[in-house]
């Protein structure tokens, strides 16, 4: 089996983030997106049952790789990656074809994503790359049990529903819905004989282009300047003052 | 502008997303039609002020894609150029199929639009709400998934009159289908909301929570970190992946206040946060911040309401 696993690297969420010209500023050192880690997670799974390879795609801008490596110390096999200064703000419809793109150059039986990164928060990458692949789309999977068949729980509005995963398909893994493995020193030192291969923009079919363009970003100014108290045994006192102003009680 | 709306079913009528966004398409006075996508049998979804198709699809088929290539063909067949959903499962999955059919990005987190000079002017939340964005969208077909309360609902009179469509079911059997129970004040209308964070310690604890819940009448929500910790189900989950929330007054036990967390309950009218790190951004938002252990705060509240 075939198993693609799409992750993203991203500017350390420790940090806060950074615009230019309503572009998020990425430093050279970026860090595997978590939401990503769940679905390597799935895909080591699925590995571990059926056998086959993992394979990471990823794009975006390469840097240190940090992120790219985070991937490869899981446990998946390699990574492919596209890194073009044209692709510099690309929507979600052209990073979905690319990673299409990538899927089918590693004859994808399985292509796995979380539901949406934690940077860009669009969330509609992983069904885009289901039509492009003509593939079915199993969406917001928050667990998986591996027997004789693998069967997905799908998070829906109202709770929850269950299917049988498909031989071909793409799958979006929410979070929680599975431990991600820590790499142990042993993986860290495997992964860095993993390759890792840049794949030319011009060697794919780009079959999307640019319909949004960037108009304005404001910072909003959260900050209240609320009253805050110290709680020294009695701030519950304020509080049962202030709902009764409110008229809660 | 012709204009179609994806709405969404729950409880048997459109859902608060749906008509929210149908009050601003008459606000701004489109030419629109509504498509809602449900799986009940006849919902009151139908209005004697627009044209309603409903699709029933299969509770027990994965048909989103069918579902999509329907849609698809109406939007052909009706030259419509915008279009219109709410920000949910259903309607992320069906707006990305149709956008790569349309061949026309769409813009997610939309929190307004506007039309200018025959363009969608689209403002949305990025960042779990600490920075709004603007894009123009240039391309022939413009396709917004909309973040709940963003809008008011419309008030208006909904019937069961309006064609019903359906679609053929996928090779995707669904089963073991599970219905969260709903009990008490919901999330999404309740006037006052109590929402549990890390800072509860363990899962225990939030039975405090629950007390003052029912002592005044609240809904209770959650951040991301607990229900992924399995103490809530994720139908109670504020926050960028979970709902939005805007009651009256929003009372935080124990959050941090992470900006995924931010973006779903930042635009409550009044905002009670307690959390014992003063650093916690959760204060910023605060009207009334209180600096202490969650823990031994709420049973003093509990204790002398």
């Not at chain 1, 790499?183 to 319909?211: G, R």
């Not at chain 2, 729950?10 to 149908?22: H, M, Q």
């Not at chain 2, 701004?28 to 139908?46: K, M």
């Not at chain 2, 005044?216 to 103490?231: C, H, Q």
Request: one cysteine or more; aromatic letters at 6%.
């Amino acid at each position: 089996m075939n198993i693609t696993v799409c992750a993203k690297q991203i500017p350390d969420p420790a940090n806060e983030i950074t615009y230019d010209k309503g572009l998020i500023s990425r430093p050279e050192e970026q860090v595997l997106d978590d939401t990503d880690r769940y679905g390597i997670e799935i895909a080591l799974q699925l590995k571990e049952k059926y056998d086959g390879e993992v394979t990471v795609i990823s794009m975006g801008p390469a840097g240190t790789q940090k992120g790219l490596q985070q991937a490869l110390q899981m446990g998946a096999d390699k990574t492919l990656y596209v890194d073009d200064d044209s692709l510099k703000g690309a929507n979600s419809l052209m990073t979905a074809s690319i990673l299409s793109e990538l899927a089918k150059t590693t004859d994808a039986d399985i292509v796995i994503f979380g539901t949406e990164s934690t940077d860009g928060y669009t969330g509609t990458v992983p069904q885009q790359v289901s039509r492009f692949l003509k593939l079915d789309c199993i969406s917001y999977i928050k667990a998986i049990e591996i027997s004789e068949n693998v069967i997905l729980t799908r998070q829906t509005l109202e709770g929850s529903e269950r299917v049988t995963m498909p031989e071909k398909c793409v799958l979006s893994v929410t979070a929680g819905g599975v431990e991600p493995r820590y790499p142990n020193f042993k993986d860290i030192m495997a992964a860095k004989q993993k390759p890792i291969e840049k794949v030319e923009l011009s060697s794919l079919n780009m079959n999307a282009s640019q319909n949004l363009e960037f108009l304005d970003i404001e910072k909003l100014e959260n900050s209240k300047n609320g009253e805050t108290i110290i709680d020294e045994g009695e701030a519950y006192q304020v509080v049962i003052e202030k709902l009764k102003e409110l008229k809660v009680i | 502008m012709k204009t179609l709306i994806i709405g969404e079913v729950t409880d048997s009528k459109l859902s608060s997303g749906t008509l929210e966004i149908i009050n601003k398409a008459n606000d701004l006075g489109l030419d629109f039609g509504v498509v809602t996508v449900g799986s009940e049998d006849s919902p009151a979804v139908g209005s004697s002020t627009f044209q309603q198709t409903y699709i029933k699809r299969s509770s027990e088929s994965l048909q989103f894609s069918n579902v999509a290539d329907k849609i698809s063909q109406i939007i052909q067949e009706q030259n419509i150029s915008l279009v219109l959903a709410p920000s949910t499962y259903q309607s992320r999955d069906l707006v990305s199929f149709l956008s790569v059919d349309l061949a026309s990005s769409p813009v997610s987190n939309v929190i307004n639009f506007e039309i200018q000079d025959s363009s969608v002017i689209t403002t949305n939340s990025i960042n779990g709400g600490e920075s709004i964005y603007k894009t123009k969208i240039t391309s022939s077909h413009s396709l917004l998934l909309i973040r709940p309360k963003s809008f008011d609902p419309i008030d208006i009179e909904l019937n069961n009159e309006y064609e019903t469509i359906e679609v053929e079911n996928s090779s995707l059997e669904i089963f073991d289908i599970f219905k969260e129970e709903k009990s008490g004040p919901q999330l999404e209308d309740s006037k006052i909301v109590i929402s549990a964070g890390r800072g509860m310690v363990e899962k225990d604890n939030l039975s405090l929570v629950e007390d003052l819940a029912n002592k005044l009448n609240a809904a209770i929500g959650g951040t991301r970190a607990i229900v992924d910790a399995g103490w809530m189900p994720y139908s109670q989950q504020v926050g960028q992946t979970g709902k939005t929330v805007k009651p009256d007054v929003y009372i935080a036990c124990g959050i941090s206040g992470a900006t995924q967390h931010q973006v779903g309950m930042k635009d409550s009218k009044f905002i009670i946060a307690i959390n014992k790190d003063e650093e916690a951004p959760i204060f910023q938002l605060a009207d009334l911040g209180i600096v202490g252990d969650t823990l031994s705060v709420i049973p003093k509240i509990n204790e002398n309401i």
